[in-house]
Structures are given as structure tokens and as C-alpha cells.
């Protein structure tokens, strides 16, 4: 299954999970973490959800042991809110895209030096 059923629900089960992790997850390892997006399975049974969080290394190591221990919990709450057939198997991956793109802006900061107050194109 392809197209707007699979979009819409990939969106309603990442509102959800964020939803949980800001109102229901009291644990401190998670405070920090974000669901950037999720992706479904044709068969909308697995969803991969993405997450992004400020922590690094052993703490970021820490934070998604934690949400791939609280999977369970977290699958139950989706059953009780969302009306579908099956509830999908969960499955956390860490997105780094927005370190990505820090980065790739750092490199371009420093190919481009500081600004020439002399150089006309910038005029």
C-alpha cells in the first residue's frame, strides 16, 4: 500500500509518540529526544521512527536503549489511541540529519571565509 493512507497514518503515529515522550515517558534519558519523522512498511504493520536528540556519544547510546526498552509501552498507548487494524511493530533509529546539516553549514562558513567589505558582488 502506497500514497495517502500510509502518509497519513506515518503522521498521526508520529504525533502520537511525540505526544507520549513529552506527556507520558517521565524518564530524564528522553527529555531531550525529538521524532523528526516515521516511515511505514507497505503493509502499514512496522513503522520506523526517527529521532533526533542533543544529547552525544554514550548519552545518546543510553536514550535510544530506552525507547527501544519503553517499545512495548509505547505500542500499547498507539493501540488505545489509534483505530487500526494493527498496531505496527516499532522499530527507533537515530536521525542525523540535523548534524548533517550543522556540519555541512560549518564547511560552507569556512570555504567562504569572513566577509570583504571590498569585494563589490556583496554590495
Known amino acids: 500500500m502506497t500514497g495517502p493512507r500510509r502518509e497519513r497514518v506515518s503522521d498521526l503515529i ?3 509518540v511525540a505526544r507520549l515522550l513529552q ?5 530524564l534519558r528522553l527529555k531531550l529526544v525529538t ?8 503493509d502499514l504493520r512496522h513503522a520506523r521512527i ?5 544529547a552525544e556519544g554514550a548519552e545518546r547510546d543510553i ?10 509501552f509505547i505500542r500499547t498507548r498507539l493501540s488505545q489511541a489509534l483505530s487500526l487494524r494493527y498496531t505496527p511493530e516499532l ?7 540535523l548534524e548533517q546539516g550543522a556540519r555541512i553549514e560549518r564547511l560552507l562558513d569556512e ?4 566577509p570583504n567589505d571590498d569585494d563589490p558582488r556583496e554590495k
Open 23 to 27: 506527556t507520558s515517558m517521565h524518564d
Open 111 to 114: 570555504v567562504q571565509g569572513p
Open 50 to 54: 526517527y529521532v533526533s536528540m542533543l
Open 35 to 42: 521524532v523528526t519523522g516515521v516511515s511505514m512498511s507497505n
Open 14 to 16: 508520529q504525533e502520537e
Open 91 to 97: 522499530t527507533f533509529t537515530y536521525d542525523s540529519s
Open 63 to 72: 536514550a535510544m536503549a530506552t525507547l527501544d526498552a519503553a517499545r512495548g
